[in-house]
């Protein structure tokens, strides 16, 4: 998202990039670290040094890039994550277990609270270099009504199943209730203004800062769960 904006002019998000770029970094030290403790186990021995060069790419790469370049090679480095994450709650049992709550604990946590993370993550990344732009290039407004879409969807599926597991098990509710219901409203407050400020006015105002922090503050209450 602060890639886009950066290069569609929004030059204050630079210094920024630069420090997300350093905690994403030490991020990938930590699943190098990971994955050398597990990674025979779970059967993922290599996929980390995989994901690093792609990354290694996009820092080489993407501040010099059309912006349509840079949000898809970032999009399939975090397809590629979503992947390995499947496989490592696949391959230790987690999505197969045979308890509801786990289950549907599992299944909400490994593939739909992901699937809806990257669509926003996508939706920050459009909207941003929209609202910068001041306006939509070509087919962007197409693919940010998909988001939009997606988001609604993958929420839905993702409170329907965390509603499940809260059924079965409790403990969560009481762990977890109030993040559930914060996430919640955080998601809703990102479509509203992805709609009322960006694809309905017929004169984009809104400052790309404003975007991007309001899907951030969505992404992040989506990581706490």
């Known amino acids: 998202g602060m890639t886009a904006a950066y290069l569609n002019g929004a030059s204050e998000f630079k210094s920024r990039i630069i420090s997300k770029r350093q905690d994403v970094d030490k991020y990938f030290v930590q699943l190098q670290k990971a994955e050398n403790e597990l990674g025979n186990t779970l059967k993922l021995k290599g996929t980390t040094n995989q994901l690093i060069q792609q990354w ?15 949000i898809k090679n970032q999009s399939k480095l975090v397809a590629n994550i979503l992947t390995l994450m499947v496989k490592a709650a696949d391959n230790s049992g987690l999505t197969l277990d045979s308890k509801l709550d786990s289950s549907y604990m599992g299944a909400s946590l490994v593939t739909l609270l992901p699937n809806l993370m990257e669509n926003m993550g996508q939706a920050r990344a459009v909207g941003s270099g929209v609202a910068a732009k001041g306006e939509f290039s070509k087919g962007l407004f197409v693919r940010l009504s998909v988001l939009v879409n997606n988001i609604t969807y993958f929420a839905k599926q993702l409170e329907s199943g965390l509603a499940a ?5 409790s403990e969560i509710r009481r762990g977890l209730g109030s993040m559930i219901e914060g996430n919640n409203r955080a998601v809703e407050d990102m479509k509203k203004l992805l709609i009322n400020d960006l694809l309905k006015p017929e004169k984009i105002t809104i400052a790309s800062s404003k975007v991007f922090d309001t899907a951030t503050h969505a992404i992040n209450g989506s990581y706490k769960l």
């Open 56 to 70: 290694q790419r996009i820092k080489a790469n993407s501040m010099n890039q059309k912006t349509a370049v840079t």
């Open 165 to 169: 597991a809260v059924e079965e098990n």
